[in-house]
């Protein structure tokens, strides 16, 4: 699996925006509501509490720790694998998502043992759903991102003490 990580501190850059919370919602092929997850998972808004009480945002130690893979040589792979996929077939994320937060979540244990102690942090890897604008964030950053991803996919995870 072709992966490209990076660990960026956001003290100073985490745009809050609870409007994001909302991108759940938004349809998409096959789910003219949005995402089936919506409000079925602790997870998931408006389950989840918001940003602002999950993390210190005054931290200096918030980070979002960012993968990124690469979903065009995951189609090729697929489709010389199965050639009767459709490229939509190929890019599903149920084929790829699972590995690409396992190694957030190693990514994350990593930077927790190096650099703080664990048990005072937090983390999600759907920052969407806590209202972080990951976009805006990333503008910010100056991460390059495909906001509608055809070559590579950018998943963002953020990381920060406990509030």
């Known amino acids: 699996m072709d992966l490209e990580s990076r660990i960026h501190s956001v003290r100073d ?11 759940c919602c938004l349809p998409y092929p ?3 509501k949005g995402c089936p997850n919506y409000g079925l998972h602790a997870s998931c ?13 005054n ?16 189609v090729e792979k697929m489709k010389r694998l199965h050639p009767k996929l ?6 599903c994320l149920l084929y790829w998502q699972p590995k690409v937060r396992t190694l957030q979540k190693r990514l994350i244990g990593l930077w927790l043992d190096d650099y703080a102690k664990p048990e005072n942090y937090v983390f999600t890897l759907i920052p969407e759903a806590m ?8 503008d910010k950053l100056s991460v390059t991102y495909e906001r509608q991803p055809v ?3 950018t998943k963002v995870a953020l990381v920060g003490e406990k509030k």
Request: proline residues 5%; without cysteine; glycine residues 2%.
């Open 131 to 138: 209202g972080v604008n990951v976009f805006a964030t990333l």
């Open 151 to 153: 070559n590579y996919v």
């Open 59 to 74: 931290s200096s130690a918030t980070r979002f720790i960012i993968v990124r893979f690469d979903l065009a040589s995951h």
């Open 45 to 57: 808004p408006p389950n989840v509490v918001t940003v602002d009480k999950f993390i210190n945002l």
């Open 13 to 23: 850059h985490l745009v809050i925006d609870m409007d994001a919370r909302k991108w």
């Open 86 to 91: 459709s490229d939509r077939q190929a890019r």
């Open 30 to 32: 096959e789910h003219p």
